[in-house]
Structure formats: structure tokens, C-alpha cells
């Protein structure tokens, strides 16, 4: 029965778009092969198969006589946008722009055929939640067919004790996504007029009615109090209010689409109003992430919270001057805005990057004026390391290379040494003068009592676990928790944790680490304004044994000072 269906889908879905559901179907068997594959070469074809299923898509919403020259220049595209993930290894940067190309693409189903068949808004709002339609049912009933594989394997498992792998199930999964989700969706989405269904159940107007206008207006409520509270107090805007704007902004979006379904509200001075109160709190965001922004710096996210206040800010203007204003404009500016986030010498990153390269050039700068930078303050060093993180993470060593040349050479001579596995921001922060300093470092030395000292888990640590996991033979996840006295692991390792002494032993040889006294030096260090991530690292070896524990986290509980931790230990 269920073959049936996704057979039928299929079929369905090859008439509307016979050129995506090939592309679909590479992408998903390619996407299959990367599991058990190191190789990236199947993750690049899956990723370029998927651009060219919205490509395909795309196309076929378009005026019939230029779909088959879109086609070719679609086709003709593939070997570049396969090229472009050349470099994803070096940098996140270019997967991320392409990422953000496909969100583009699949954003114009919602406005390609609208706009070249000169749609109402009426007909414009049918099409839209007939793909919003799609989406969501073939969400649900994707979902509802893996969970249904998920307690067939359960069942299997209980009944004839067979495991199937999670693995296998992980495969299984992809193939349910790619050849029935994807194509039941590209099988409900429109291509005429006649298949946007415009009708809506009783209990859709009642949503629209009672729950969506309800919610636009508490958040109406809340902010314009707010604004008011910041007027009278002449007080700067919290940061918080630029996250609370966005969520006010797509609920009163969707409140004034969703709107068009009734003739009370649909066209009326209330329906505009909507776009006046988005355009207040546009100007009430551009003020709070403004002042982020002054403080800190330009980063891709402040750049997508400023570029959306504009799109909202754009739109709302444009809903208010133009009685006749068609809904369209809201999609298309949004695909428009996307791509423009993404390319040119205004995008994102060049933006946030030449942002935080000046930002760390000052810095710098304040740091020369200490003889000893590891007397600099806290604050400071952890400033600097948080740059030298984002830039050679999230832009590339060619933009600290302006500001740090001489390190950005010394680092990439000792990369190329064998068993060299630095960190750049380590390496640098070590060339500088100090040790890398961690947000969670920095929170700690700001904490007024030894409860609060604790190095909870982030991107660095997960750096750290798969350098040291090179030169370990054994990786062990402890806490305090699961270990009860004693704990038996594989390989004849014995765990044991007692009286806050943690023990670990191997061969007939036994390792002990005391934490009580180990909260007792992070306590001291926090003191004196030495503590750093290598705090945390806690190394010892006997005649056969090298261990290193990796806190996670680690805190002395009153009222009998008993050790809470978390971590990891590496050993051979």
C-alpha cells in the first residue's frame, strides 16, 4: 500500500517536473553513499543534484517559452555550482552562501507564477498556501512513515531479537524523505490556477480569528509598551527587543495574508494598520541591534537582523503608500533580499569580516600598551580570542593575514610539520602572549563564589576532543552521575568515583585524580586572574599509564562539598 502511494506520487510528480525528480532522485542515492563514504565527492554531487531540483522547479513555474532555454542554462550551471563546493573544506563560508542560493530558490515557488500570470491577491494568497499546504503534508505524513519504520525495527528487534542497525535506519530515512516527502511536495505544488484551492476549513478561520490576531496584538501590546517605557525613561532598548521585533513582524505578516480570507478584516483600515505597527518596531530594532552593533562590531547575524529590518521597513512602506499593493512583493523582496546578502562587496561576509578585522586591529592595539599581556585584563584577552575565533572560522586566515601577518605565516609553516593539530586561535593567542581565553572562562572569573566555577561544553571542546583523540587509544565520557562507586567498562577498565577522588584502573595500575583539590585551584586561579581553557585540562601518567581529563564542567555543591563534574578522559 505504501509502495502504491509513492509510486503514485512519483508519477504525479514526474508529469509536473520530470527533470527535478531525476535531479531528486541522484541527490537522495547520492546523499545515501555519503554515509558510509569519507570521500566528500558524493556529498558535492547530492548537494549540486539538490540546487538542481529547485532549478528545475523553478523553471517550470516560469512562462512556457522560456522554460526550455532556462532549462539548458540550469543544466549548463551544474559543473559551476559543483565547483564551487570545492572549497568547503577550508571554509564554511561558500556552504553557507550556497545554502542561503537554494533558500532563494525554493523561495520563489511562492511568487514565479503570480507574478508572470499577473495574479490578484486573492489568487496570489490561494497559490501560496497551496504550497504551504504541501509543505506541511508532506512533512506530516513523511514523519508519520518513519516512525512507523522506526516501531516496525523496535518490534523486530523485541520479537525475533534482530537489531537493525542505526545506520541502515539512517539510510532508510534519506529514501523515505527523497522519494516520497520531496516528491509528494512537488507533486501538490501548482502549475495553473485551477489547482490552488482556496477554500479553507472552520477551523483554519478560527485559528486565523482567535489565535493568529490574538497573537499579533499581544505582541503589539507588549512592544509599544515598551516603546513607551524607553520614551519616558529615555533608556537604550535591550538587546532581547530586536529577537521580540522579528517575532511580532512574521506573526503580523502572516496575520495580514492570512486576513485576506475575511471579507470583515480583508482591504480594511485595519488591515493596513498592520504595516504601520511593523514599521514602528522595524525603527525600535534598527536602534537595538544599532547599539550591538557600535559595541561589538558587524557579524553575519546582526547583518541578517539589519537586512530583515530593512526588508520589513521596505515592505511596510510600501503596503502603506500603495492601496493596491500586491502580496507578491513580500516574497519576492525576500528572494531578492537573500541573494543580495550573500554576493557582492555588501554581503554578509565581507561585511561582518572587515568589521571584526578592523575590531581586532584595535584591540591589538590595546593590548601594546601592557609589557606583559598576560596582565592585560580578562576581558580584553577574551575579546581578542573570540576575533581571532570568528575570523578563522567563519572568514578565512587571508583576513587576519592583514592584521596578523607574521602569525598567519608561522602558523601555516608548523601546519604543514607532521603531528602538529593547533587550533589557529590557540596558536595565536600563544604568539600573542597569553592563553586563549573562553567565554565560559571569562564567566567564571566573574563569579562572586567557587559554585559558579564550571566550563561548560562548546565548539572549542568539541576542537580539543578530536585533537587529543589523535594521540589517545581511549576516549571515556564521564560524569558524576552515572558513576556509582565503581563502574566496569570494556577492555577490563574500571572507573570509580568516591569521596571526590576519580580513579581510573587499567592492567593492574591505577590512576587518581582528587577534583576537591582541583576546584580548589580553579578557584585560586580565578582569583588572581589566571584562569584559562588549559585549566580545565588536567594531565597525569604513571609508569604505564597517560591520562588527560577534559572538564566539561565541574562545581563544589554545599552543604557537604560534594564534586559535580563532567567531562572526558583520554588515556593509553
Request: proline content about 2%; charged content about 20%; aromatic content about 14%.
Amino acid at each position: 500500500m505504501v509502495a502504491k502511494k509513492i509510486l503514485q506520487q512519483l508519477l504525479l510528480a514526474l508529469k509536473k517536473f520530470p527533470l527535478a525528480v531525476v535531479a531528486n532522485a541522484v541527490a537522495t542515492v547520492m546523499f545515501v553513499l555519503a554515509i558510509d563514504s569519507d570521500e566528500k565527492i558524493y556529498f558535492k554531487i547530492a548537494a549540486t543534484a539538490f540546487y538542481a531540483t529547485l532549478f528545475f522547479v523553478f523553471v517550470k513555474l516560469l512562462p512556457q517559452r522560456w522554460q526550455r532555454i532556462c532549462e539548458l542554462a540550469g543544466i549548463v550551471s551544474l559543473p559551476f555550482y559543483y565547483h564551487l563546493l570545492s572549497d568547503i573544506d577550508e571554509s564554511h563560508t561558500r556552504l553557507f552562501q550556497l545554502m542561503f542560493f537554494d533558500l532563494a530558490l525554493f523561495s520563489t515557488l511562492f511568487w514565479v507564477r503570480p507574478f508572470f500570470s499577473n495574479l490578484s491577491n486573492t489568487q496570489t494568497w490561494n497559490h501560496v498556501k497551496s504550497i504551504l499546504q504541501a509543505i506541511g503534508n508532506s512533512f506530516i505524513f513523511t514523519l508519520v512513515l518513519i516512525a512507523g519504520l522506526y516501531l516496525a525495527a523496535y518490534a523486530i528487534n523485541v520479537l525475533f531479537d534482530i537489531c537493525i542497525d542505526y545506520n541502515t535506519l539512517s539510510k532508510i530515512d534519506i529514501l523515505l524523505i527523497g522519494f516520497f516527502g520531496v516528491n509528494y511536495f512537488l507533486s501538490q505544488i501548482p502549475v495553473t490556477d485551477s489547482q490552488s484551492d482556496s477554500s479553507l476549513s472552520k477551523g483554519a478561520l478560527f485559528g486565523i480569528k482567535y489565535i493568529l490576531t490574538t497573537l499579533t496584538l499581544l505582541y503589539f501590546v507588549i512592544l509599544y509598551l515598551y516603546t513607551f517605557k524607553i520614551i519616558l525613561q529615555w533608556e537604550l532598548p535591550k538587546g532581547i527587543v530586536a529577537w521580540l521585533v522579528l517575532c511580532f513582524s512574521v506573526i503580523a505578516i502572516a496575520t495580514y495574508l492570512a486576513w485576506i480570507d475575511l471579507k470583515e478584516l480583508c482591504c480594511t483600515k485595519w488591515h493596513r494598520l498592520i504595516w504601520l505597527a511593523i514599521l514602528l518596531q522595524s525603527i525600535l530594532l534598527f536602534v537595538a541591534i544599532g547599539i550591538r552593533i557600535e559595541e561589538y562590531g558587524w557579524t553575519e547575524s546582526r547583518y541578517y537582523v539589519v537586512l530583515f529590518g530593512l526588508w520589513l521597513f521596505g515592505n511596510a512602506i510600501y503596503f502603506l503608500l500603495r492601496k493596491e499593493a500586491k502580496i507578491l512583493w513580500i516574497f519576492l523582496s525576500f528572494t531578492v533580499a537573500v541573494l543580495f546578502s550573500q554576493f557582492g562587496p555588501l554581503s554578509a561576509y565581507r561585511i561582518s569580516c572587515d568589521s571584526q578585522s578592523r575590531r581586532l586591529q584595535h584591540l591589538l592595539g590595546q593590548l601594546k600598551s601592557y609589557s606583559d599581556p598576560k596582565k592585560a585584563p580578562l576581558k580584553l584577552r577574551y575579546e581578542i580570542s573570540n576575533r581571532i575565533d570568528y575570523l578563522s572560522n567563519r572568514c578565512s586566515l587571508k583576513s587576519i593575514k592583514k592584521v596578523l601577518p607574521k602569525v598567519v605565516k608561522d602558523y601555516e609553516t608548523q601546519r604543514g610539520l607532521k603531528g602538529f593539530n593547533g587550533d589557529f586561535a590557540h596558536f595565536a593567542t600563544k604568539k600573542l602572549g597569553f592563553a586563549y581565553v573562553d567565554r565560559r572562562v571569562l564567566e567564571n572569573a566573574m563569579a562572586d563564589n567557587v559554585h559558579k566555577v564550571s566550563f561548560f561544553i562548546d565548539k572549542q571542546l568539541n576542537r580539543t576532543r578530536l585533537m587529543l583523540a589523535q594521540d589517545f587509544k581511549y576516549v571515556l565520557y564521564v560524569n558524576s552521575v552515572d558513576i556509582k562507586e565503581k563502574k566496569l567498562l570494556k577492555d577490563g577498565i574500571v572507573l570509580s568515583f568516591k569521596d571526590n577522588v576519580l580513579s581510573l584502573s587499567y592492567n593492574g595500575e591505577t590512576i587518581s585524580l582528587d577534583l576537591e583539590k582541583i576546584v580548589d585551584r580553579l578557584e585560586d586561579e580565578r582569583k588572581r586572574g589566571i584562569l584559562s581553557e588549559d585549566s580545565f585540562l588536567i594531565k597525569k601518567s604513571s609508569s604505564h599509564i597517560s591520562l588527560v581529563l577534559k572538564l566539561i564542567s565541574i562545581a563544589k555543591l554545599p552543604p557537604n562539598d560534594k564534586i559535580r563534574f563532567e567531562g572526558y578522559i583520554f588515556f593509553k
